[in-house]
């Protein structure tokens, strides 16, 4: 089984610029979590989807950031306009979500985004 | 109030020595779950823990729930060069939800 897929493994940009950030979940898993992570602030949760829908998106950042998925195999995380503290390592995960179990988090191998 | 912390920070041990890290809670949890991440990789899933008390293991590494649900400790016995990365506790935000967040983690490293 594929696991969770994202794109760009590495992207390189300039202050300014637009970056969109994809993910493709597990088959079958109908939550989905886009996390950043940073030396000083650890792994951060930014939004939460549940069935497509968001859930929670009270730790995404600021106006500059917005994600959306349009289908149940597909996210995007889009930052317009990058900023050089916007420099980390977003990753995707996945999960069956089951009103009586908390499922583990399948991540993906992470975007590494560097902005000059 | 939704956070959690982990202690230590950092962890260097010989090869063959133990290790254990802990997660705390100020509130009462409902699950923890915990992950590991080698460097350079991403998060994995290890296990998760429902019960108050409850003990898992895995092979070398002991998972266990404190008695009134606010604290979790991992321990590895006999610690192997496989074993670095770095060890995160996770809750759910409002602790019925998936919005899980992490504690800031541990990072171990084995000497050979």
């Known amino acids: 089984d594929a696991g969770v897929i994202q794109s760009p493994r590495h992207e390189v940009t300039e202050m300014g610029q637009e970056v969109t950030l994809r993910c493709k979940p597990i088959?079958?898993?109908?939550?989905l979590f886009w996390y950043r992570q940073t030396m000083m602030r650890g792994l951060e949760l930014l939004i939460y989807?549940?069935?497509?829908?968001?859930?929670?998106d009270s730790g995404m950042p600021e106006d500059r950031f917005s994600a959306k998925m349009p289908n149940a195999s597909f996210s995007t995380l889009k930052i317009q306009p990058s900023e050089p503290r916007d420099s980390a390592v977003y990753f995707c995960?996945?999960?069956?979500?089951?009103?009586?179990?908390?499922?583990?988090?399948?991540f993906g191998n992470g975007t590494r985004l560097t902005v000059t | 109030g939704q956070q959690v912390m982990q202690i230590p920070q950092y962890q260097h041990v010989q090869e063959g020595e133990d290790f254990t890290t802990y997660c705390n809670s100020s509130t009462t949890l409902s699950n923890i779950q915990w992950y590991k991440q080698r460097p350079g990789g991403h998060p994995v899933f290890l296990i998760q823990?429902?019960?108050?008390?409850e003990v898992k293991k895995q092979k070398r590494l002991t998972f266990q729930f404190g008695e009134a649900k606010k604290n979790s400790s991992l321990h590895i016995t006999a610690t192997q060069t496989t074993d670095v990365g770095t060890y995160f506790c996770?809750?759910?935000?409002?602790?019925?939800?998936?919005?899980?967040?992490f504690g800031p983690g541990t990072r171990l490293s084995v000497l050979p």
């Open positions: 823990l429902v019960k108050s008390g």
């Open positions: 989807f549940n069935n497509n829908v968001p859930i929670d």
């Open positions: 088959s079958g898993h109908n939550s």
């Open positions: 996770s809750r759910s935000r409002d602790n019925y939800g998936q919005n899980f967040v």
């Open positions: 995960a996945s999960a069956l979500d089951r009103s009586s179990y908390n499922s583990p988090l399948h």
